[in-house]
């Protein structure tokens, strides 16, 4: 089958909007650029689910283009605040530093947790290398900026020149660049003095350790940030779409890929079906789906991209919905938190709930639905609606074999109610829903959202060496949170501005030969 459409420079396939600042920052550098959104084909998540517990922080380290302002981002004024027993450590509101002061934080980890400076992040293709399959350490000559060039040629066959790019990826940033020094005295201190420190490397981490070994994995939360909560909607994501395309990038919506055509190690086409089947080409292709929704199109297409198979998750956040009666205690509870019980225990289950409290015009969207096959959990049944409520999401990390046991996530439910209770003097807490994971038959029917793994299962990942294919899926991220995902774009765009460089030096060399 021929394809259906002039072959762009790049083909991203993306979900949850993973590739759109990409797509976009290539589409004003006069790249031609198809992106396939392939996340309905994933599973029927609730937007709150595409988003995920974290928020992001307004860091340096965030380019302008990167940062959210299109209406759907709000500032949470108090910072990333952690409710442990003793009360409320709020990071970066006005009481920071006196909460650090009487909690007993670490100078040391203080400075861990604040954003590095400016000019740690102005270098995008920083030194370091990232984690991938067999990939070893090396240094590499910072990249100059970039600047909009000619649109780049026609594809031809002598024209592939892939040495900017290491097969199957590129040079990621070192999770900890700019802190390495207060990395090693951060390390040095007890557990007890550096709590906070292995916390910010657990909570959005993708791998998984007991509590005192966080430090050893990943990249800390810039937990001292300005921090900054989206809503996301299916409205909001289509906006996001339609964005993109009024930059001239072409948009395939509702996609799943069939099949991938691999040739002498340069990928040659996907087989997309989006209301209908073609053939879709390119120079280049981005991937950013993780191993697991790989293989949950097709396990063809994951042994393509990920010829190790799909990695095995040893846990998964998972979301409730709460609702409270309001009061002065729930009404002030920040937009975004974690409830902590005890430091030391392992930050799992109800020990570590990520809460984020939903806006009062999204509570009023939510009492016009209705829930699809009955009442919700914990209704009241009396048919008379509640007092005023505040509602809240709250995320919890269980294992991944508690996928679809009911029970399991019931028992769950009873604790986080108790804690909510007791936290919250007459809030009376009531579950609206438990999490999508709990039914046997809707977890069968999605991908894993934000799975967690092993560090050993994590140096499983096989990646395909194919010369014109980048893949960038979480499971290459330093973590789930937004600043890990565009620290890793911003080294795939740098790659992709050095590689077109090669290409257009290598088509005038052709045509004076010519």
């Known amino acids: 089958m021929e394809p259906v459409n ?59 283009s990167q940062l959210v302002d299109d209406g759907h981002a709000h500032p949470v004024s108090e910072g990333f605040t952690i409710w442990l027993p003793q009360g409320p450590l709020e990071l970066d509101g006005e009481l920071a530093a006196f909460l650090e002061h009487s909690f007993g934080i670490h100078e040391h980890v203080r400075a861990y947790l604040r954003p590095p400076p400016a000019s740690a992040s102005k270098d995008v293709v920083p030194q370091g290398a990232s984690r991938l399959s067999g990939a070893p350490r090396e240094s590499r000559s910072p990249a100059g900026p970039s600047s909009p060039t000619a649109p780049i040629a026609s594809p031809s066959p002598a024209a592939l020149w892939f040495d900017a790019l290491r097969p199957g990826g590129v040079r990621r940033p070192s999770p900890l660049r700019g802190r390495e020094r207060l990395h090693k005295k951060v390390a040095a201190l007890t557990f007890e003095a550096g709590w906070l420190a292995h916390f910010a490397h657990s909570a959005a981490g993708l791998a998984y350790a007991e509590n005192h070994e966080a430090l050893s994995h990943g990249a800390p939360l810039p937990l001292k940030a300005p921090y900054v909560l989206r809503h996301v909607t299916k409205d909001s994501f289509e906006a996001g779409l339609q964005a993109l395309e009024k930059l001239g990038v072409r948009v395939t919506r509702g996609a799943t890929v069939n099949d991938v055509r691999i040739h002498n190690k340069v990928m040659d086409a996907l087989e997309i079906a989006a209301g209908r089947r073609g053939v879709d080409s390119a120079r280049l292709f981005v991937w950013t789906l993780s191993s697991g929704e790989s293989g949950f199109l097709s396990e063809d297409v994951m042994r393509a991209v990920y010829p190790g198979g799909a990695l095995q998750p040893a846990w998964l956040w998972s979301r409730y919905r709460f609702r409270l009666l309001a009061n002065a205690a729930t009404r002030a509870l920040p937009a975004g938190l974690a409830i902590v019980d005890n430091v030391c225990l392992p930050w799992t289950h109800s020990n570590c709930m990520m809460v984020r409290r939903l806006r009062s015009e999204d509570q ?136 077109r460089l090669q290409w257009q030096a290598a088509e005038r060399r052709e045509g004076a030969h010519a």
């Not at 396939?13 to 396939?36: I, N, Q, T």
């Not at 096959?373 to 048919?383: D, L, M």
């Not at 046997?440 to 010369?467: D, M, Q, T, Y």
């Open 6 to 64: 002039k072959s762009p420079d790049l083909l991203i396939v993306s979900a949850y909007g993973r590739g759109h600042w990409l797509a976009a920052e290539l589409a004003r550098k006069d790249w031609s650029v198809h992106l396939v959104d392939v996340t309905g084909a994933l599973g029927e998540w609730a937007p709150e689910d595409w988003e995920g517990p974290w928020g992001f922080f307004d860091t340096p380290e965030l380019a302008p």
């Open 364 to 499: 009023s969207e939510n009492r016009a639905e209705k829930k699809a096959g009955g009442r919700s959990v914990g209704e009241a049944t009396t048919g008379e609606a509640r007092a005023e409520e505040v509602k809240v999401d709250i995320w919890i990390r269980v294992p991944s074999r508690a996928s679809g046991d009911k029970a399991y996530f019931e028992a769950l439910r009873a604790e986080i109610s108790a804690i909510l209770a007791r936290r919250l003097p007459l809030s009376a807490p009531e579950c609206e829903a438990l999490p999508a994971e709990s039914d046997a038959g809707a977890a069968a029917g999605r991908a894993a959202r934000w799975p967690v793994f092993s560090a050993e299962e994590l140096g499983k990942l096989e990646i395909c060496r194919a010369k014109n294919l980048i893949v960038d899926g979480p499971e290459l991220w330093d973590g789930h949170d937004w600043m890990s995902q565009m620290r890793s774009q911003r080294a795939v765009l740098a790659a992709l501005e050095k590689l």
